[in-house]
């Protein structure tokens, strides 16, 4: 017996040293860290991705570090080479900007994982993978929501800078206003920063003065929208996160990132060790995109009706986008 469970000891080790997701599964944690321009609770574009993770940690062990507040390019890239530096399994650069700095660091660093978003580009590396997101199929049905609702006939959208799932999703929204009622005013401000929440503000504002009586917006900036917003009471679609904490009583609706759906494609690659050369995205049909309503906010029904329908158009293909 002494000899059998030592045969078997030994066709299981000699499994794990040959089988690189026995190695991952049954070793030490996995170790993950992530360089965001933003804070990690920042209700928008970094927080999506810290809660993406956060999820799959209910069921794998995970080491998570965490960098966050990077907006400055050259800091990000320092702190993606230093996570490589230390051995990380898995570093994701979450952020368009971060494409120039991760090419040049991946190609140093054959035995490290990497991923970035959102974009659609792995610069023919075999160990970098890419995320997007199809912002605009929830764009378009908040742009419908919001049309179907607008006494005054207006809506506003402040932008940050015009690129990436960003304006995605500005084109989204537009593209369902348009669709919802064809007369709407649909105004789009690119403030030309992710991170001005002053700016973002003035910009709001000066939609309301304009006659918009529904604004939405993207990136981490939009607290400040949503603020101006909140002190007129008029009423916010949301996306990337759910911010219906921000504002209770504006907030309509929530187009939600769950970036897990697609994070645990690359960890389940990696385990079988594949480091990258994928491209990777969410969206409503996989349920990487999700659609959250606030329930305590007042929506009319034809509202919501019309919302859901166009969500089930976008998914079961009725409803193209460009």
Not at 138 to 159: D, F, L, P, R
Not at 247 to 257: G, R
Not at 267 to 284: H, P, Q, S
């Amino acid at each position: 017996m002494k000899k059998f469970n030592l045969m078997l000891t030994a066709a299981f080790l000699a499994l794990i040293l040959f089988t690189p997701s026995l190695l991952l599964a049954y070793g030490k944690p996995l170790r993950v860290a992530i360089v965001a321009p933003s804070a990690s609770n920042d209700m928008a574009f970094t927080q999506s991705i810290v809660d993406g993770i956060n999820a799959i940690k209910k069921d794998r062990e995970i080491d998570l570090a965490i960098t966050d507040g990077t907006f400055i390019v050259e800091d990000a890239g320092a702190a993606i080479r230093d996570y490589a530096k230390k051995g990380y399994d898995l570093v994701i650069a979450h952020g368009s900007q971060y494409g120039g700095p991760l090419q040049e660091i991946a190609a140093d660093f054959p035995d490290t994982a990497f991923a970035w978003g959102t974009a659609q580009e792995t610069f023919g590396l075999p160990n970098v993978s890419s995320y997007d997101a199809a912002s605009d199929e929830g764009g378009y049905v908040m742009g419908v929501m919001a049309a179907a609702m607008s006494k005054k006939g207006g809506v506003g959208v402040v932008g940050p800078i015009e690129v990436g799932d960003a304006k995605l999703y500005v084109d989204g929204f537009v593209a369902g206003a348009k669709a919802q009622r064809e007369n709407i005013r649909a105004r789009v401000n690119y403030i030309g920063s992710f991170s001005d929440v002053a700016l973002a503000a003035e910009a709001a504002r000066a939609h309301i003065a304009a006659g918009s009586d529904v604004l939405t917006g993207t990136a981490q900036m939009v607290v400040g929208a949503i603020g101006a917003a909140r002190a007129k009471r008029v009423a916010w679609f949301a996306t990337q996160a759910n911010q219906t904490d921000l504002a209770p009583e504006i907030v309509v609706a929530s187009q939600v990132y769950k970036w897990e759906v697609i994070l645990s494609k690359i960890i389940d690659d990696l385990d079988n060790g594949i480091k990258g050369g994928k491209i990777y995205e969410i969206n409503l049909a996989n349920k990487g995109l999700v659609i959250e309503f606030n329930e305590g906010y007042k929506l009319p029904d034809h509202v919501k009706q019309a919302g859901l329908k166009a969500l089930e158009g976008i998914e079961n293909g009725s409803i193209k986008l460009d």
